[in-house]
């Protein structure tokens, strides 16, 4: 499906492409995916910490979670199967969604 080219996608286009230029070098590259695994695991671990503190929202911080990484994951497959080479954004991607998961499982341990 052809998606209508419209100026904020022409945008979010030209965004990624000058981040792309930006990450060329490796040093920048990994450091940006390091913040961004940082962000996400304090992300995690605050969702797992707000929803353990008041344990009022439980399934329903579950549900926006799973939905969450659910939409990382299939937002992945649909670029893998357009065989795009490994972009930025699906580094990115997976570097958030690892921490992120990885922040909740180390709040779930701290249960135990």
Do not use: C, H
Not at 17 to 23: E, I, M, Q, T
Not at 43 to 51: A, L
Not at 77 to 102: L, T
Request: charged letters at 20%.
């Amino acid at each position: 499906m052809k998606y209508q080219s419209t100026g904020f996608s022409r945008n979010i286009v030209n965004i990624i492409s000058r981040l792309d230029l930006w990450v060329a070098n490796p040093w920048r590259k990994y450091s940006l995916l390091i913040i961004i695994f940082f962000f996400a695991f304090s992300f995690g671990s605050s969702i797992g910490m707000i929803n353990g503190a008041l344990a009022l929202m439980d399934p329903v911080g579950a549900f926006f979670t799973v939905l969450l990484i659910e939409f990382f994951v299939r937002f992945r497959r649909s670029e893998i199967k357009r065989k795009e080479a490994r972009s930025i954004s699906r580094s990115i991607m997976d570097s958030f969604r690892m921490g992120f998961v990885y922040g909740l499982f180390m709040e779930g341990f701290k249960l135990l």
